[in-house]
């Protein structure tokens, strides 16, 4: 008996929920379903936070730079970026407190410059000039005004100056 009520609360809800999907705009549909998708993201990136696993707040980062509006980015480039800010962490380059202050020059090593630009030992002048500037139209000041990246647009300039000067000169 039981079975057979539950059965019936679900076929009403289905019926509830296809009548109105079926009266309702495509455009209000999608616009909800964002909604939907944003705030159940929101909330499993918050309990995966709150639970202490490091890697399981990734999703929540994601959230979080596409909320910056960084012009351009796609969640590989989040990615790549996140991964880039912890390395350069991790080496003591990029400190919580070096956001919004201006910081003499960080001897960036070649290996650095090279995995900050994204490129391979070996490539031509014109690869650095073009990957220095394509992280540059995507993270520098003027572009994003909202976001303060100076300190990132000052390591890539010190990554291409370094391997233009070391391996090109």
């Known amino acids: 008996m039981n079975l057979f009520?539950?059965?019936?609360i679900i076929f009403v809800i289905i019926y509830l929920f296809l009548n109105w999907f079926a009266r309702t705009s495509?455009?209000?549909i999608a616009t909800t379903i964002k909604k939907i998708a944003v705030?159940?993201?929101?909330?499993?990136?918050?309990?995966l936070t709150i639970g202490g696993k490091y890697i399981f707040?990734?999703?929540?980062?994601?959230?979080i730079l596409s909320g910056l509006k960084i012009k351009g980015f796609t969640a590989l480039q989040?990615?790549?970026l996140w991964r880039l800010i912890q390395f350069l962490k991790n080496s003591g380059r990029f400190s919580e407190g070096q956001f919004g202050q201006t910081q003499g020059s960080s001897s960036v090593t070649n290996d650095e410059a090279y995995k900050l630009l994204g490129?391979?030992?070996?490539?031509?002048?014109?690869?650095?000039?073009?990957?220095?500037n394509q992280l540059q139209k995507k993270i520098h000041p003027d572009m994003n005004r909202d976001v303060k990246t100076e300190r990132l647009s000052q390591l890539v300039n010190e990554a291409k100056e370094k391997i233009i000067k070391t391996d090109f000169s």
């Open 78 to 80: 989040m990615f790549q």
């Open 5 to 8: 009520l539950i059965g019936i």
């Open 26 to 28: 495509s455009k209000k």
């Open 119 to 132: 490129l391979k030992k070996g490539c031509t002048k014109e690869d650095v000039l073009k990957a220095a």
């Open 39 to 47: 705030y159940f993201s929101l909330i499993l990136a918050l309990l």
């Open 57 to 63: 707040s990734l999703p929540f980062l994601f959230v």
